[in-house]
């Protein structure tokens, strides 16, 4: 017999002691529903103990009685003692079951019980003789019957597409998953503190715009029936959030998802979460300040280091990060020094030297050429934290021009291990130049660039009214919790990333039994 032809042997197999396994749980739950002990009518169980709680408070709990709910995990035993790992929100515990101190019949239920299937115990905390910390059961009630074996029958839920799009199972299953929304749930607490301890407020804007602006990105289009008008979900939330600084609203920020109808790879997802803020009479420099103080933060109190792994390299965010222009990043990566050329062709004329290729919808002049060579042979050299500072006009559409120079705006990405985890201006708060720059990104869109921006009428008429000179940023949640998590891809920091469909479309029960 061949390799394919004992795989398969081995995959109907497997696939018919499932089906076997669906069925004799069935029937158990029939047989419960039959004697009146149907756990699905079971409403609530007054726990008031935690695995972690018995851990850690060991030497004053033990002999005092207790009651803890989770999910069955394994059984061992099952003669006149069993043994059994509950899993509850703070990891797992030790049951152990007499025959002689339970009622009997509810000990014989007890034994049919199977992993996965959801419990509440009430029985005293002690130690096995091998030292193991332990609830010795008293009483213990069925919570809710688990129709499915957890996916450790068939050798774990290795099948990584499989773990995002159930990722309930991989919740159960994988205590690094588990671990990884935990830090991403704290470390989202830590930056509202951070910022509130600023003296900032939190604001919420709108989902849905009649106009896509604020970055460069290709929009998703959905319609308002009522109104009879399409619409966009956001791709950031800068110019709502500038027009409260307009409002006298000093210093504001939003938590909130963004949408981008991008590719998908480990460092995309096309909804994701980003942080906002906006600081008046600040720059870009302040917000360089906030961006290290926020990771730094994050990384003491939540790794208790700064030295971390992410992306196969070690990486130091002891706090005092590099901060390099882009043309002094590309003159010490590429040797081109773009400060030394004044002429759009020369400069372009230089980019093609080595190798770079500006964007067809791109205008062939200085700027976008020393941006091109930047992007195409600097960023993925950018291991330890580096603010890359002083972006091209052409590139940074809402950004405040350098006074010392009129080609380069006061605007800076921070990089990590060739990732931008922030973005962040000295605001433009002239309307004049302002509706220049729209415009010029409406002929980029003309010129065939779907991500350019559009002309923001009201954004202009905000700016007349007068905005004080701002420091803004936007920071990527998602790739922050992937640095603090040492994770490589934004799927494992995501509870439910965005999936194609399933092509036989029975969905992730089709995916599990086949």
């Known amino acids: 017999?061949?390799?394919?032809?004992?795989?398969?042997?081995?995959?109907?197999?497997?696939?018919?002691?499932?089906?076997?396994?669906?069925?004799?749980?069935?029937?158990?739950?029939?047989?419960?529903?039959?004697?009146?002990?149907?756990?699905?009518?079971?409403?609530?169980?007054?726990?008031?103990?935690?695995?972690?709680?018995?851990?850690?408070?060991?030497?004053?709990?033990?002999?005092?009685?207790?009651?803890?709910?989770?999910?069955?995990?394994?059984?061992?035993?099952?003669?006149?003692?069993?043994?059994?790992?509950?899993?509850d929100r703070d990891g797992r515990i030790q049951l152990y079951a007499r025959r002689d101190e339970m009622d009997e019949a509810q000990y014989n239920e007890f034994r049919k019980y199977d992993i996965g299937d959801i419990v509440g115990v009430t029985g005293e905390v002690f130690r096995t003789q091998r030292g193991e910390m332990s609830v010795r059961i008293r009483d213990v009630i069925l919570l809710s019957k688990s129709l499915r074996p957890l996916p450790e029958k068939f050798h774990g839920l290795q099948d990584q597409e499989l773990r995002y799009r159930q990722r309930y199972v991989d919740l159960i299953v994988n205590p690094e998953s588990r671990r990884n929304f935990e830090i991403r749930s704290r470390f989202v607490s830590l930056i509202r503190r951070y910022m509130d301890d600023l003296g900032y407020l939190e604001v919420e804007t709108p989902v849905l715009n009649t106009i896509s602006g604020g970055a460069n990105?290709?929009?998703?289009?959905?319609?308002?029936?009522?109104?009879?008008?399409?619409?966009?979900?956001?791709?950031?939330?800068?110019?709502?959030?500038?027009?409260?600084?307009?409002?006298?609203?000093?210093?504001?920020?939003?938590?909130?998802?963004?949408?981008?109808?991008?590719?998908?790879?480990?460092?995309?997802?096309?909804?994701?979460?980003?942080?906002?803020?906006?600081?008046?009479?600040?720059?870009?420099?302040?917000?360089?300040?906030?961006?290290?103080?926020?990771?730094?933060?994050?990384?003491?109190?939540l790794r208790g280091t700064y030295q971390l792994k992410w992306r196969g390299h070690d990486v130091d965010l002891t706090p005092g990060w590099p901060r390099l222009t882009m043309a002094d990043a590309v003159k010490q990566y590429t040797g081109i020094d773009f400060m030394a050329i004044s002429d759009d062709a020369e400069a372009v004329a230089a980019a093609e030297k080595i190798g770079v290729e500006l964007d067809d919808a791109a205008e062939r002049t200085w700027g976008n050429a020393l941006y091109a060579c930047f992007d195409q042979r600097v960023e993925d050299e950018l291991i330890q934290p580096t603010f890359i500072t002083m972006y091209p006009v052409e590139v940074s559409p809402l950004t405040k021009r350098?006074?010392?120079?009129?080609?380069?705006?006061?605007?800076?990405?921070?990089?990590?291990?060739?990732?931008?985890?922030?973005?962040?201006?000295?605001?433009?708060?002239?309307?004049?130049?302002?509706?220049?720059?729209?415009?010029?990104?409406?002929?980029?869109?003309?010129?065939?660039?779907?991500?350019?921006?559009?002309?923001?009428?009201?954004?202009?008429?905000?700016?007349?009214?007068?905005?004080?000179?701002?420091?803004?940023?936007?920071?990527?949640?998602?790739?922050?919790?992937?640095?603090?998590?040492?994770?490589?891809?934004?799927r494992d920091v995501i509870l439910f990333p965005t999936m194609k469909p399933l092509a036989d479309g029975k969905g992730a029960k089709a995916e599990e039994e086949k």
């Open 217 to 301: 990105a290709r929009p998703f289009i959905t319609h308002h029936n009522t109104l009879d008008l399409d619409m966009y979900l956001r791709i950031a939330t800068e110019l709502p959030l500038k027009r409260l600084i307009v409002g006298g609203m000093d210093r504001v920020y939003e938590i909130g998802r963004i949408f981008r109808n991008e590719g998908m790879d480990p460092k995309h997802n096309p909804e994701f979460t980003t942080i906002e803020l906006y600081q008046a009479y600040a720059d870009f420099h302040t917000m360089m300040d906030i961006a290290e103080g926020i990771i730094t933060s994050g990384a003491r109190e």
């Open 402 to 490: 350098s006074p010392k120079d009129k080609r380069l705006t006061e605007r800076f990405e921070l990089f990590i291990c060739g990732a931008e985890l922030a973005n962040a201006f000295s605001e433009l708060n002239d309307p004049i130049d302002q509706k220049w720059r729209f415009q010029k990104q409406v002929e980029q869109r003309e010129r065939g660039d779907e991500e350019a921006s559009m002309m923001d009428e009201d954004y202009i008429n905000a700016l007349e009214y007068g905005l004080p000179p701002t420091g803004g940023m936007g920071m990527g949640v998602d790739r922050m919790v992937m640095l603090l998590t040492g994770t490589d891809t934004i």
């Open 1 to 87: 017999m061949d390799d394919t032809m004992a795989n398969q042997t081995n995959q109907n197999a497997e696939q018919q002691e499932l089906s076997d396994i669906l069925r004799i749980r069935r029937e158990k739950l029939k047989a419960l529903q039959d004697a009146g002990k149907d756990p699905f009518e079971q409403t609530f169980f007054d726990w008031n103990a935690t695995s972690g709680k018995i851990r850690e408070n060991f030497d004053a709990m033990e002999g005092q009685e207790v009651r803890v709910a989770g999910r069955l995990m394994s059984k061992r035993g099952m003669g006149k003692v069993s043994f059994c790992d509950l899993q």
